[in-house]
């Protein structure tokens, strides 16, 4: 079944994506502490924001363990293989970044920098404006798909 993804947002509440993904919010709560790729960011009231890609992510192991019967471990396997994909294709798509400046969103918070008043705080102007960097070319990105979209 096709989701409806027309209402393009930056971030979901857990009670949206429950209902976009057709799970339980405990469901997602469970896999978040299995799967490590799986870490949505929190506000500052501490719930947690899902990105489109985070939501991508939840239907892609919804399909291997309930359509496919994988168990977690296996699909484990699969979703560390399918996000080095994700990478390699980030970075193809932008041949004006260097890979540097393109990380995963585990290696650091998924929260953009510009709204996490602590971590614009607590680093120097360099690494402020390299995570800046970072989160204008997510938007740059999210605004590309968005303009496809329409």
Do not use: C
């Not at 899902?50 to 484990?76: H, P, S, V």
């Amino acid at each position: 079944m096709k989701k409806n993804f027309s209402m393009k947002k930056l971030y979901y509440s857990i009670s949206e994506v429950s209902r976009i993904a057709e799970l339980e919010q405990y469901v997602l709560r469970y896999w978040e502490t299995e799967f490590e790729h799986l870490r949505p960011a929190k506000n500052l009231s501490g719930n947690r924001i899902y990105t489109n890609k985070d939501i991508k992510l939840i239907l892609y192991i919804k399909k291997l363990l309930r359509e496919e019967k994988y168990t977690i471990e296996g699909a484990k396997k699969l979703i560390k293989n399918y996000t080095t994909k994700e990478e390699d294709q980030g970075i193809n798509k932008q041949p004006t970044s260097s890979p540097k400046t393109l990380k995963h969103p585990t290696s650091r918070s998924n929260e953009l920098s510009l709204f996490n008043t602590e971590l614009m705080a607590k680093n120097d102007e360099v690494s402020r404006n390299e995570k800046l960097k970072e989160d204008l070319v997510e938007l740059k990105l999210f605004l590309q798909n968005l303009l496809k979209d329409i």
